[in-house]
């Protein structure tokens, strides 16, 4: 059975385009982005863009694409045993159509990973397929928001997601 993400949070306005691997079980279960309690993006989000924890999940969407952010996944569709993206079976992704959706959101200057997943299954599944401008666009890894990743403290992290989205 593969896991599915859900459809992305943008309007026409977007300027930054987050990209994660897949939703994990409980974001699956709940039908939202980031809705593992110890998942720090929507803490990151709130300190960043008013999008915390503390509201509604609609709400923190509307906040996102008030301030020009798009939410999305590489993966379309993919098989994962659990919510780790090392489990992700390399051979069952099926990615999203990236380039389309950066041909109808224009204004997208920069690509952001949530974390080195995100990334690597990006470069060796989108890239290659990309037009040579949506190449071209600016493209940052920043430490991943999972509660798997947590080597990393949240200071440090919120710190890296500022210096890039804030600029």
């Known amino acids: 059975m593969h896991d599915t993400c859900f459809p992305p ?5 977007a300027r930054v385009l987050i990209l994660g691997s897949l939703p994990g079980q409980i974001s699956l279960q709940r039908q939202q982005y980031y809705a593992h309690p110890h998942n720090a993006f ?14 509604p ?3 923190r969407a509307q906040r996102l694409v008030q301030n020009g952010i798009a939410l999305w996944d590489v993966c379309a569709a993919a098989q994962r ?5 090392t489990s992700i079976v390399h051979s069952s992704v099926v990615p999203n159509d990236i380039a389309a959706f950066i041909e109808t959101h224009p204004g997208i200057g920069l690509v952001c990973f949530n974390g080195s ?15 040579t401008e949506t190449r071209s666009i600016r493209a940052e890894t920043l430490p991943s928001t999972s509660p798997a990743h947590a080597a990393m403290p949240f200071e440090e992290k919120l710190t890296r997601w500022a210096a890039v989205l804030q600029n």
């Open 9 to 13: 949070i943008a309007d026409a306005h």
């Open 57 to 59: 999940y609609a709400e």
């Open 42 to 55: 929507w803490k990151i989000m709130g300190r960043l863009f008013g999008a915390g924890p503390d509201l």
């Open 117 to 131: 997943k995100a990334a690597d299954l990006y470069r060796r599944l989108v890239l290659p397929g990309l037009p």
């Open 81 to 85: 045993p659990g919510s780790l993206d």
